[in-house]
């Protein structure tokens, strides 16, 4: 098994601004994921983020307004960037680990105003 | 394309009684298959997966579904739900196990004491 720990847990945020989200996970991983959740609706895959190269990003998910890091094959940081309303979601995180089975975070609860 | 259905948005059930969530999918190839449950502000929870084999899954809290191909469904079921199953239950759909997963809108589950 994993475990997942995001931070924050939840934020608010004023428009315009950019918020980074992290992602660390208890043991060695090849693939990250990221996905958004909207306001009463279902998960959506913004991106996979593997170490040592670019993340790749699903339509309609583009890297200016989601810039992903994984610097190694614990941790990955994702950024809403220039924020609005719209951008209000909660942000979870996914990894793969043991015998094909995804864990998740606790997610970001993240509120534009 | 590929898509999971969950036709129902909302359902209550008494304590104790019986459950059935619908799951009915669209996929080129065999699919990986899974059913999550999210509690209020809670991350996500496996409660079961499909890959090959026996078309009927157990999984944890008591929960099973059945794999049928020709319906394309993989439907979801309890013989007697518990108050602390109040949650959305998501079914999903993927390549492997954590590879671009597809979810569903996801079914509440409410129940009645």
């Known amino acids: 098994s994993a475990v997942i720990s995001q931070k924050p847990s939840r934020d608010i945020c004023q428009r315009g601004t950019s918020l980074t989200i992290q992602c660390q996970v208890d043991?060695?991983?090849?693939?990250m994921f990221w996905y958004r959740q909207q306001p009463g609706q279902s998960l959506t895959l913004i991106a996979t983020?593997?170490?040592?190269?670019?993340?790749?990003?699903e339509s309609g998910f583009v890297i200016d307004k989601f810039p992903i890091s994984r610097p190694n094959l614990t941790f990955s940081t994702l950024t809403v960037s220039n924020m609005s309303p719209e951008d209000s979601s909660i942000y979870l995180c996914?990894?793969?680990?043991?015998?094909?089975?995804?864990?998740f975070g606790q997610g970001t609860r993240l509120t534009v105003v | 394309a590929q898509s999971v259905t969950q036709p129902d948005i909302h359902i209550t059930v008494s304590e104790g009684a019986s459950l059935e969530l619908r799951c009915n999918y669209s996929y080129g190839a065999t699919p990986y298959l899974f059913w999550y449950v999210q509690s209020p502000g809670q991350g996500l929870q496996l409660l079961l997966k499909y890959f090959s084999g026996d078309t009927l899954v157990q999984g944890i809290k008591g929960f099973e579904a059945e794999f049928k191909r020709s319906q394309s469904s993989f439907n979801l079921r309890k013989p007697s739900v518990h108050w602390s199953d109040a949650a959305e239950y998501f079914c999903a759909v993927g390549a492997s196990s954590a590879s671009k997963i597809i979810f569903g809108s996801g079914t509440r589950l409410s129940i009645r004491p």
């Open positions: 996914s990894v793969e680990a043991g015998v094909d089975e995804a864990f």
């Open positions: 043991s060695q991983v090849t693939m």
């Open positions: 983020a593997n170490q040592g190269s670019e993340a790749t990003y």
